[in-house]
């Protein structure tokens, strides 16, 4: 009998170890495994040279509060945040905390630089703390690169003699569905040309000129002397 009690005190003391971390694991589901949720909303398609703008949703489908939070859009090359360093390939946001069942975004202003008819791919990595230790979720949004939005035109005299001056027209337009601002356009010459005059002026001391806001469709000429 006294076998027979220990072996049914053991099998007790299983079963309710057993029933509390059953306990602590349901409690787990139900307040943290559902964790967060993320996408990236973004255009199919855009044009090399237009802005466009990427979106990153985010969703605390869990019960707790998630603190800390952050966000870390990775650029791929070819692509860069407008008002950072081209050459910046990931651009970072502080969320802060976010309570249970908070749906929210944040919006970055990017801009293509790459090769048309090309792919690139966005990834945004949203880190949260939790339960003492740290999360990190992922998204990824594919993007199709065409053709400039802004496509330009070069006229230039056939020849050129030495010491003559000429004209070089520079025609653009905005191929794109949207309007396109601040527009500006450089131009690169053999250090023997040297700008006279041009319709529109030149910023002081460097081959740009300015060329303000285009509406779709719409168009402009410059012309250099």
């Known amino acids: 009998m006294k076998g027979m009690r220990t072996i049914l005190g053991t099998l007790v003391g299983a079963a309710l170890v057993s029933a509390a971390a059953w306990s602590a694991f349901a409690i787990y589901e139900s307040t943290f495994a559902r964790g967060l949720k993320i996408r990236i909303s973004a255009p199919?398609?855009?044009?090399?040279?237009?802005?466009?703008?990427?979106?990153?949703?985010?969703?605390?489908?869990?019960?707790?509060?998630?603190?800390?939070?952050?966000?870390?859009?990775?650029?791929?090359?070819?692509?860069?945040?407008?008002?950072?360093?081209?050459?910046?390939?990931?651009?970072t946001q502080s969320v802060g905390d976010i309570g249970a069942g908070t749906l929210s975004q944040k919006e970055f202003q990017l801009i293509a630089s790459g090769d048309p008819d090309t792919s690139v791919t966005l990834e945004a990595r949203i880190s949260y703390a939790s339960l003492s230790s740290r999360f990190e979720k992922t998204a990824r949004k594919d993007v199709?690169?065409?053709?400039?939005?802004?496509?330009?035109?070069?006229?230039?005299?056939?020849?050129?003699?030495?010491?003559?001056?000429?004209?070089?027209?520079?025609?653009?337009?905005?191929?794109?569905?949207?309007?396109?601002?601040?527009?500006?356009?450089h131009v690169e010459f053999p250090p023997t040309f040297a700008v006279k005059r041009s319709t529109i002026a030149p910023d002081e001391g460097i081959a740009a000129w300015r060329l303000g806001s285009l509406r779709p469709g719409s168009e402009g000429t410059l012309k250099i002397t």
């Open 44 to 91: 199919d398609e855009i044009a090399v040279g237009v802005p466009f703008t990427a979106i990153v949703h985010f969703e605390n489908d869990s019960n707790a509060v998630l603190k800390d939070m952050a966000i870390a859009l990775a650029l791929p090359g070819g692509v860069a945040a407008l008002g950072s360093a081209p050459d910046q390939r990931v651009i």
């Open 144 to 185: 199709a690169l065409r053709e400039s939005g802004v496509p330009i035109t070069i006229t230039v005299p056939e020849t050129v003699f030495s010491g003559n001056e000429f004209d070089m027209t520079i025609g653009y337009k905005n191929a794109s569905q949207d309007e396109v601002s601040d527009i500006e356009l």
